[in-house]
């Protein structure tokens, strides 16, 4: 696909979708507007898709069940975390190896799939995810074993993430306070990283040229798919709002308010197909 190609392409030319799962399909254990018929529309058509998360706190199975209590109807298969994103990179760089975790069942379950190790005994790399509850005696025990050689790894860079009670410290919050510790940088596989697109791709067999990405956040959903090469689609039902978009220095392909929007272009564009030469001379005979 040429350049001029690429910068061409509408929702029509796509197969494969990546969706981002907060602030687009669902806010607070409610499904927002158009996200049932968007999925709907999916599955109809044939079209692949992964619905992709930076929490790893929760197993596909976990976050199937959380879905369909607000109403949407998404199999496991559908569903990629940053926990399985970060088990399947590892297991890319070293097979078998040793973890010591701090996480919760969606990190534990995906790194044991993925045929690892999982203790506190000279690990290969001390991997950090999302849990309710930071326990300080296995963060200082996670600096000791970095500062004896364990690779650090961070399955997401999110500083903070949502409670009843407001905001609660997350991976990228205590990852900085390890890095301050140990002098020492996770290397981060969730989103903004494209690594963690490039493993959903793989996951779909899709490429990257007729793939697109539906995210609210431009920080991580549309800079990653952007860096990924996937057209990008950013909707305002979530953490950036349209006064936002002048802080950044990139753009996304395309806005709509939510996927209800989306999900109308795409509903036009098979209801209402082009004419074909062909079809049109034989309709005037």
């Known amino acids: 696909m040429t350049l001029s190609n690429r910068a061409a392409r509408t929702v029509h030319d796509i197969e494969c979708w990546l969706t981002d799962m907060d602030g687009v399909l669902v806010h607070e254990n409610h499904a927002l507007k158009g996200a049932s018929e968007l999925l709907q529309y999916w599955r109809e058509n044939n079209l692949r898709f992964l619905v992709l998360t930076n929490n790893s706190i929760y197993t596909p199975r976990d976050l199937r069940a959380r879905l369909l209590a607000s ?12 926990a399985m994103a970060t088990a399947e990179f590892l297991a890319r760089q070293r097979p078998g190896g040793r973890t010591f975790v701090i996480g919760e069942a969606g990190l534990t379950t995906a790194l044991h799939d993925a045929g690892f190790i999982m203790t506190d005994q000279n690990p290969d790399y001390v991997v950090l995810g999302e849990t309710r509850t930071y ?13 004896r050689g364990a690779k650090f790894i961070a399955t ?11 905001i609660m410290p997350a991976t990228g919050a205590i990852a900085a306070l390890i890095t301050r510790a140990t002098n020492r940088e996770p290397y981060v596989v969730g989103k903004p990283n494209p690594m963690m697109f490039r493993s959903a791709l793989n996951r779909i067999d899709a490429h990257s040229e007729t ?10 959903d549309i800079v990653a798919g952007m860096e990924a090469g996937l057209l990008t689609a950013l909707v ?3 953490i950036t709002a349209r006064d936002d978009m002048d802080t950044f220095p990139f753009r996304p392909d395309l806005q709509y308010p939510s996927v209800a929007n989306l999900h109308a272009e795409l509903v036009k564009g098979r209801a209402v197909p082009e004419a074909k030469p062909a079809d049109a001379k034989a309709a005037s005979k």
């Open 71 to 82: 109403g949407l109807d998404v199999p496991e298969e559908n569903i990629w975390t940053s």
């Open 156 to 166: 997401n860079p999110d500083a903070t993430g949502p409670s009843t009670e407001g």
């Open 236 to 238: 305002f039902s979530g």
């Open 211 to 220: 793939t697109a990405m539906i995210g609210d956040r431009m920080d991580t």
């Open 135 to 147: 326990s300080f005696e296995a963060i200082t025990k996670a600096i000791r074993l970095i500062e």
